[in-house]
């Protein structure tokens, strides 16, 4: 094959011609791939040819269309039917990329795609029986042909691991080399396959003795490492390796020697003589193979003092070897313990037990390392190796329950004054989590209040309830537990979770009573949202109803405490029944309590009628508590200005009784109460009947078209608060359209963006509203002369329709109090808002004006005073917690008459 007809099959050189600027004539045969880097665009933004506006762009496109169209052609099976030899040589690189087969995928037949890389994936396979050195196999391009082959589930039934082992086990003409080298692919993907290769294990063994005549690499050491287990130790195995071994004839490390060997050795005390040269792991089961009296020589103590330290907790399964041996640890080497583990607590404060820990030791070593410690503490009684043994456990993700249960119940009076240390319980590594559970468990006992409530701060939910029902007085860290869920759980979807492991985990039904009723009183406004927003709360209801009629009447009880539920039962309307559905005793009971009230009023009435008789008769109804007006005003208006109210909800607190209805008619006729939502028109303003008295002193601007035409003038004339709609115009972005209406006394306005509801606006009404459309574009006083085109950004827009300058225009009088301004617009707005306060200080005001303005990317918030004459000249953005510097240049007849008082 020619040089020429090979570069044919070289992507990355026929990519770099079709891309080179001065390529006029393109030859499609000879343009496959480039690194693809360079088509992204096109693959993500096939039809955006806004993306490329000028000339080069326009022609890039054209010839990555060209090439898309070649690369459909190129990977066709047709024409890889016969394997290009040299196809994966020059494009190696591409194959191990999968993000550039990603991009192929996107731009070729995906079927015919996949069906070339099969091709080329079973090649290589083919190929590799030519091979006589592992070090010519690039098992990395073999997995991503393999990997890719799959990606679409091309080899569903078929893995590499298997293609493998069928060769290993059933391909006769295969070398022992070649052999060996699909072993060690297999070992490199799936070690747990090791037993399906159990007929070449002797294979294996001779072929590491070879091996280690030369330098073995650490890679041929971690995957051969799995088969130590599996030699067989018979005579001729151990000759074989002695003989290696006092000839010298191994050149790899002397821990791998060891750690491979360890078994064919008859003489360790030939080991022990380089013990400096072994590792870890080599050292221990070399000491556990020698005689005990090397454990005592100063040589192993030296050089375990050496070795042990927290950076490797590995290190401490070495003291354990006493312990296996049965006897004390030297003194030197228990004083070196000591001294480094009281510098535990500042070790651990800098190591994040959860994650950091398991990369500082091997998983089958951690029971090993927990009963070294305890064999520590058995020594000399010293506490301190115990409280180490239990931090490490509830670290060790891989110790199973019950021996980290087990290992720790002996030891709980030892542990327990060490839980005084506070400082230890505000780590971040204290934590309740799934694997060390049980252990919390058995020392939840000895916790105190304080470190119960640290530790339930940081659990998952399901954690909390199973940790809280083991304390030693389960209903107080139960309350501690709703305390906290209290502020750390607001959404709906995190209540729905702590109802739902109430309801699995919590039997014991006074602490459900106690759960349910704080979670009524501070998270849900009334049942009935509680029932259709939180859907595990029915569950625990039920729950509580099917224990018996005396936690059911204790529920309706606990219901009845909340005023919202109170009065919602009572009224007992048509949304009310279908809530009532979920306690079918409920009207019973309701029914029951009227009767007996019923009752004990006639009671009370023989009383009275007898009271000449001396009759007494005796009620068992409690006194009747009647509140002093003002008092019951006071309280009604609480409940009406909390954020939660809604306008039927008001309508029918009002029907309670006159008195209420008259209180209520009260609050909302001559108070601001931007919470009451207008729907309809009433026509009955200042009737007996209707709660307004007088026009509403609040509008949205929506509702002017429900205030009856003959009392228009004195509702506008006393308007004190405004909440106006506008909408942004969506081609521009810089200006909106908004409904102004004549009301000029107003103490608060609010702008707010809504646009379903400024299109609500009827033709029937347009009369009642001046339509503006205002500029959001910065304002500028400079002067007049100035260049435009430096304002390259936003161009300088007339003040006289910019949306700060309507503001002045038509809403601007000595009353107004606090102006808002609420949007979701982007980071332009804010742009805008900043580069125009300096407007604000034209406002007639007298006093301080309070000014928000709420962006989707940042809050301003600022007082606008009266104090002296500076200019306004700083704006905390506190969303983006940046500080925004400004100088106002103003002219005299635009020198603002007031100072900024920022609120950071």
């Known amino acids: 094959m020619s040089e020429e007809q090979s570069l044919d099959n070289n992507i990355n050189y026929n990519i770099n011609r079709l891309f080179n600027e001065n390529g006029e004539n393109w030859d499609l045969k000879s343009l496959p791939l480039q690194h693809l880097q360079t088509i992204d665009a096109i693959i993500a933004y096939p039809d955006d040819l806004q993306l490329f506006d000028n000339k080069y762009n326009v022609e890039i496109i054209h010839k990555i269309i060209n090439l898309s169209l070649y690369l459909r052609r190129y990977f066709s099976v047709e024409n890889h039917r016969v394997p290009h030899p040299d196809f994966l040589q020059f494009n190696r690189s591409l194959f191990k990329n999968i993000d550039s087969i990603n991009k192929l995928y996107a731009v070729c037949e995906t079927n015919e795609l996949l069906s070339v890389i099969n091709i080329y994936f079973k090649h290589y396979l083919d190929s590799i029986k030519s091979l006589d050195s592992f070090e010519d196999v690039d098992v990395n391009l073999m997995f991503y042909l393999y990997k890719v082959s799959k990606q679409r589930n091309f080899l569903k039934y078929i893995t590499l691991e298997s293609i493998c082992i069928d060769r290993i086990n059933n391909d006769t003409t295969l070398s022992d080399t070649v052999r060996f080298n699909l072993i060690l692919i297999v070992m490199y993907y799936k070690r747990t396959l090791i037993t399906d290769l159990h007929q070449h294990h002797q294979l294996v063994l001779e072929m590491i003795i070879k091996l280690m005549s030369s330098k073995m690499n650490s890679y041929y050491h971690h995957q051969l490492s799995v088969f130590n287990e599996y030699f067989k130790v018979n005579e001729s195995n151990m000759l074989v390796v002695q003989e290696c071994f006092k000839q010298n004839r191994f050149k790899s490390t002397m821990d791998f020697i060891y750690s491979t060997f360890y078994r064919f050795i008859s003489t360790p005390e030939d080991i022990y003589k380089q013990i400096s040269k072994l590792g870890l792991e080599s050292h221990y089961y070399l000491m556990l193979a020698l005689p005990t009296s090397y454990l005592k020589e100063e040589k192993t103590a030296n050089h375990f003092i050496k070795n042990i330290s927290f950076s490797n907790l590995d290190s401490f399964i070495l003291p354990y070897l006493y312990h ?163 502020t750390t759980v607001g959404s709906t979807e995190g209540l729905n979770q702590v109802f739902k492991q109430l309801y699995l985990q919590v039997d014991n039904c006074q602490y459900l009573l106690e759960a349910l009723s704080f979670f009524l009183d501070n998270n849900v406004t009334s049942l009935w949202d509680g029932m259709h927003r939180y859907k595990n709360l029915s569950l625990l209801m039920e729950k509580l109803k099917a224990n018996g009629r005396e936690y059911f009447d204790k529920l309706i009880k606990v219901i009845q405490v909340n005023p919202y539920i109170n009065i919602l039962l009572k009224n007992q309307r048509q949304k009310d029944k279908e809530f009532l559905k979920y306690i079918p005793d409920s009207k019973y009971y309701i029914d029951e309590q009227q009767q007996q009230l019923q009752d004990n009023h006639l009671v009370n009435n023989n009383v009275s009628n007898n009271s000449n008789n001396n009759i007494c008769i005796e009620s068992s109804a409690p006194p009747t508590i009647i509140l002093n007006p003002v008092i019951l005003k006071y309280i009604i208006e609480l409940v009406i200005v909390q954020p939660h109210s809604k306008s039927k909800w008001l309508v029918e607190l009002s029907t309670v009784s006159k008195l209420f209805h008259q209180i209520c008619s009260k609050i909302l006729s001559n108070g601001v109460n931007q919470r009451v939502k207008i729907k309809s028109s009433i026509g009955h303003i200042g009737s007996t009947f209707c709660l307004f008295s007088n026009p509403p002193l609040h509008l949205r601007s929506i509702e002017l078209e429900f205030i009856p035409r003959e009392h228009l003038h004195s509702c506008l004339e006393n308007l004190e608060s405004l909440t106006q709609y506008f909408w942004m115009n969506q081609m521009s972005y810089t200006t909106f359209n908004i409904h102004m209406i004549e009301a000029k006394n107003l103490k608060h306005i609010k702008f707010y963006e809504k646009i379903y509801e400024f299109e609500r606006i009827g033709v029937e009404c347009k009369d009642l509203y001046r339509m503006v459309e205002c500029t959001l574009n910065p304002y500028d006083n400079t002067d007049t002369d100035t260049d435009t085109d430096s304002h390259s950004d936003m161009a300088v827009q007339s003040s006289e329709s910019h949306f700060f300058q309507v503001l002045l225009d038509h809403y601007n009088n000595d009353r107004l109090q606090s102006i808002e301004y609420d949007s979701c617009r982007s980071g332009l707005e804010t742009q805008a808002h900043y580069h125009s306060l300096p407007l604000l200080s034209q406002l007639k005001h007298q006093k301080s004006i309070d000014v928000n303005a709420s962006l989707d990317f940042s809050d301003i918030s600022f007082k606008i005073g009266a104090k002296d004459t500076e200019p306004l000249t700083k704006v905390v953005m506190s969303d983006l917690d940046m500080l925004f510097l400004m100088d106002a240049k103003i002219n005299d007849h635009h020198r603002p008459k007031s100072e900024v008082d920022l609120k950071i």
């Open 324 to 486: 296996q041996k049965g006897i004390d640890i030297p003194e030197a080497l228990y004083d070196h313990i000591v001294k480094i583990s009281l510098k535990f607590e500042d070790i651990i404060k800098s190591m994040d037990i959860a994650s950091k820990i398991e990369r500082y030791h091997h998983p089958r070593f951690q029971e090993t390392i927990v009963q070294s410690f305890v064999s520590l503490y058995n020594q000399k009684k010293d506490p301190m190796f115990i409280l180490i043994s239990f931090y490490l456990m509830t670290g060790f993700r891989s110790l199973s329950s019950s021996f980290s249960v087990a290992t720790l119940r002996p030891h709980l009076d030892v542990i327990a004054p060490t839980f005084v240390n506070k400082t230890l319980f505000m780590l971040p590594q204290f934590q309740l989590q799934k694997h060390n559970i049980e252990l919390w468990t058995l020392v939840s006992v000895l916790l105190n209040k304080e470190q119960i409530s640290l530790l339930l701060e940081k659990a998952p939910v399901d954690m909390q309830f199973k940790f809280v029902l083991s304390t030693s007085n389960p209903y107080q860290s139960l309350v501690t537990l709703l305390h906290i869920l209290r």
